[in-house]
C-alpha cells in the first residue's frame, strides 16, 4: 500500500512538473506563443496535449480517492477480524497469531504472562442478562486495556478469560501492570451505579529457567489462576 502511494504522488508531481515547463515555455517563449496563437494545426496539438494532462490529473486523483476508501475498507476489516466484537480488544486469532511467533522455539528468558478471569460474570449473566455482562467484559477489557499501554499485549482468549503477554518482562512491569488493574478495578467498583468488578488471576515469568514452550508458559498461568478463590 505504501508503495502504490508513493507512485502515485510521485506521478502527480511529475505531471505538474511538465505542465508547469509546457505553460512556462509557451509564455515566456514569444515566438512560440504566436505560433500557438495563429497556427490552428499547433493550437489543436497543444488542446490535445493539454486534454491528455487533464485527464491524467483526473485520473490520478481518482486512484487517490480509492485508494484512501480501500485502505480504510482495510483498516476496518483488520479491526473486525483482530478484534473481539465484544470487548473491543485483541481476539482469540491475535492471541494466537502472537503466540505463534514462539512456537517451536525456545522461550525467551524474559517473557511473562499473566491470565485473568472475571470471577462473576456468569453470576451477572444470571442475575442481569447477557447484556449487562457484555458490558462488564468491555469495562474489564478497557481497564486491561489502559493498564497494559507501554507494558504488555492484552487480548480476550474466550469466554471470561483475558490474557497479558509480556515481551522483553521483568518483576517490575508484571507488577505495575497488575497494580494498575487492582486500582482501575477499585476505582470502577467505587460507582454505585456500576455492577462490580471481581477477578483472579496468575502468573507465569520465565525468569531465565527453561519454561517448555510458549504454551506451557500460557497454560501455567491459567493453572494459577484457577487456584485462586
Known amino acids: 500500500m505504501k508503495k502504490f502511494d508513493i507512485l502515485k504522488t510521485v506521478q502527480l508531481v511529475l ?4 505542465a508547469c ?7 515566456a517563449d514569444a515566438r512560440l506563443y504566436h505560433l500557438v496563437a ?18 491524467s490529473f483526473l485520473f490520478i486523483f481518482l ?7 480501500f485502505k480504510r475498507e482495510y483498516k476496518e ?18 492471541c494466537d497469531t502472537l503466540i505463534e511467533k514462539y512456537l517451536d522455539k525456545p522461550l525467551p528468558d524474559n517473557i511473562g ?3 485473568l478471569d472475571i470471577t462473576n460474570l456468569k453470576e451477572i449473566n444470571r442475575s442481569y442478562g447477557h ?17 497494559s499501554s507501554g507494558l504488555c499485549f492484552v487480548g480476550r482468549n474466550g469466554g471470561n478469560e483475558f490474557i497479558a503477554l509480556f515481551e522483553n518482562c521483568s518483576r517490575e512491569k508484571l507488577k505495575t501492570f497488575l497494580s ?5 478495578v477499585s476505582e470502577h467498583n467505587e460507582h454505585s451505579d456500576a455492577l462490580p468488578v471481581f477477578f483472579r488471576y496468575g502468573v507465569a515469568f520465565n525468569e531465565g529457567h527453561p519454561s517448555g514452550s510458549i504454551t506451557e508458559l500460557i497454560a501455567l498461568s491459567g493453572k494459577r489462576a484457577r487456584r485462586r478463590k
Do not use: M
Open 180 to 184: 494498575g488493574v487492582s486500582q482501575r
Open 21 to 27: 515547463i509546457g505553460l512556462f515555455k509557451i509564455l
Open 38 to 55: 495563429t497556427d490552428p494545426q499547433i493550437r489543436t496539438l497543444c488542446i490535445l496535449l493539454w486534454s491528455v494532462l487533464v485527464l
Open 63 to 69: 486512484d487517490f480517492s480509492h485508494f484512501s476508501t
Open 77 to 94: 476489516l483488520d479491526f473486525a477480524v483482530s478484534s473481539d466484537p465484544v470487548s473491543g480488544i485483541a481476539n482469540r486469532y491475535s
Open 15 to 18: 505531471f505538474i512538473g511538465l
Open 131 to 147: 447484556l449487562r455482562g457484555n458490558d462488564l467484559i468491555r469495562e474489564f477489557s478497557l481497564i486491561l486495556q489502559t493498564a
Open 113 to 115: 504472562c499473566i491470565t
